[in-house]
């Protein structure tokens, strides 16, 4: 199966959202909404990480939708986890 997208693509814009948009902090400063919102811990980040994601390509991006795919991708679902897990390390 082919994928338009790569993994290191998703790692790219995920690694330019936390640098440019400080993402992980503003899950963090919401974390207690998002864990009542999904429940468990896990869910709750991924929701976070990607809801301020796209908030920061509406803003930041000249032309977000040729990203749009990209950030809901399976490779971005992946970057996501990998991210979270090394941010709270």
């Known amino acids: 199966?082919?994928?338009r997208y790569t993994l290191d693509e998703a790692r790219?814009?995920?690694?330019?959202?936390?640098?440019?948009?400080?993402?992980?902090d503003?899950?963090?400063?919401?974390l207690t909404w998002w864990l009542e919102k999904y429940g468990d811990t896990r869910t709750a980040?991924?929701?976070?990480i990607k809801h301020y994601l796209l908030e920061w390509m509406d803003e930041?991006?000249?032309d977000s939708n040729s990203n749009y795919g990209l950030a809901h991708s399976p490779e971005m679902a992946t970057a996501i986890g990998e991210f979270t897990e090394r941010m709270l390390d």
């Open 1 to 3: 199966m082919a994928t």
């Open 12 to 24: 790219e814009l995920l690694s330019n959202a936390q640098q440019y948009g400080d993402i992980f």
């Open 26 to 30: 503003l899950v963090v400063s919401g």
């Open 45 to 48: 980040w991924y929701h976070g």
């Open 60 to 62: 930041a991006c000249n």
